[in-house]
């Protein structure tokens, strides 16, 4: 009987699963998956409420990104994205590997230094990178279809996570290192972060080498596309048909 | 001073003005949940007060409030706001040029300048940011600043702000609130026993004399539980408590510093594969108008699942070496 109860919260995480799977709705699926894995483990309605309602409040500055959206759509509506789109066009040597690339690791470099906030999907990836990337798809070839299109934007939004995730861990004086040094804290074993961000390295090496070279034969694909008016613009572009 | 909690006020401020304007507009739900989530934010230090003085009450109307959104959000379609013309979006765009970028960039750009020398900012004995969460202090009044620059560069009126954040985040819909939900069950399966009964299931899958088996257990143990949860750090203690420690460090020696460091990491790389991070796999699907919620997911996973080979590679090569 006992050893029922210690396996009854994982009807919570049994929830999620098979909510995300048939593509319900999330918000209610995850509440659900909650209140479920509370009453699993014998709480009341009243400490099952308590404890969502704090989790949520304590966790509000994961809405800190709708700020942005202000300043945004007023630019937007003065047509930033089309800006964004037109300069890239007109520069002859801004590939999309080059733009992406360097993105990339700019984002690696600013994570690292701990300034994860400086940039990300809402603040820089809608308005900058995603309609900047678009443009420069686009000027070696004929102009991306619907689906292209959405192609270049998630693998937009894709970089700026590999750069934030493989970057961040890096960086010593906040989050996960602090996490770590203060976990082993707890069970006795004294680290000093820097010890635990040296060996974030060889890995914040790896992210990037791995994705620059998805990157370059995604941006070879869409260079690639189809289209028979687009000329060969290197050998081999032809053959190359990576779907990444 | 200025805090993280007037960060909060001004979210509360903007998603009252829209829950307002969709009001007007007779779109209910859309009206009720934005409202409901200002008083959430705007009263999240009065209910985490409460709690810390042992008054249940406001968690739990706050807890009822997370289930009165959750029932509000599926009925929250993606409407059809009405954007301004591509035509007079590109004739403003030929117009105004490169002033157009000033105020996006101002946005990084002052939240770099207050993390950077924000702690020296102090006027008159008092320091101007709270160092309490100071960088994202720094981005919510990197926001407000853009926002006036935009309105200037733009000669718009200082109510196209509200109308046009409004419309982005009705396309944002419910995915702005998934990350906030997706925490919040992070805290509830925590302390409902979750985590501790997960990682007893792996050690009873594993032969825990094999050092290599140990190590696959502890990484694959990391995505899977990072998967479920959409967040490495909710994974890192349950499995490094469950796994890590007892098996890699006490049994076979492996260096804590590097196993902590790989493991983290090879938990981001689940972070790639999930739905559940929202923050990251899902927000940019709305922001960006995909069709599919896993378009970002597909194109970052193979990302991911090279640098898990390698991180698994990693790590067995190097904790018991050093």
Redesign the interface.
Known sequence: MTALLHWLPLLGVLVVVVGFALRFNPVPVVVLAGIVSGLAAGKSIGDILALIGNSFVSERALLLFVLTLPAIGVLERAGLREHARNWISALRGMTLSRLLIAYLGLRQILSMLGLTNVAGQAQTVRPLLAPMAEAAAEQRGKPLDERERNDVRAFSAATDNIGLFFGEDVFIALGAVLLIQGFYSQHGIELEPLQIALWALPTAIAAFVIHAIRTVLFARRMAGRSGTTVPALRSGDGENSERC | MLK?EH??W??AL??AGAAWLNLRERRWSHAGFWLV?AV??G??KY??DA?AAHH?L??????????A???L??RMKRGQLV??D?SE??????R???R??G??VL??LV??LV?LFGAYAVIGGVRLFDPV?M??T???LA??I??I???W??R?KPS??????????DT?G?A??????????????A????G???S?LVRMMIPVNSALACVVAYGLGMVLFTV?MGN??AA??VL??GVG?PLL?HLHGAN???L???G??TG?CG??FT??A????????A??E??N?N??I???W??GA??LV??LA?MYC?IFRF
Not at chain 2, 191 to 194: E, I, P, Q
Request: with cysteine.
């Open positions: 993280i960060a909060y001004l979210i903007f998603l989530l959430l934010v009263g999240g209910v985490l709690t249940p406001p968690a739990q109307l706050a807890g009822a409030g997370v289930i959104l959750a029932v959000s599926p954007e301004r591509a979006r590109e004739a403003d765009a030929r105004l040029g490169h157009l970028f105020p996006a946005i990084p939240t770099l993390a969460r960088t994202l720094g981005l919510a926001c407000v853009a926002l620059a935009a309105l560069v733009t718009a196209a702000g509200l109308a046009e954040g409004r419309r982005l985040l944002l419910w702005a609130l998934l990350p906030l939900t997706l925490a919040a069950l992070g805290g509830v399966f302390a409902t026993g979750v501790a009964a997960v007893d479920i490495a750090f890192f203690p490094t408590a420690l460090i804590p510093a590097i902590g460091a790989l983290m990491l981001y972070t790639l739905p559940m929202a923050n990251f796999n899902i927000v940019p699907v922001l960006l995909l069709p919620q378009d970002v597909r194109a970052q193979k990302t090279v640098l390698v991180n990693l190097l």
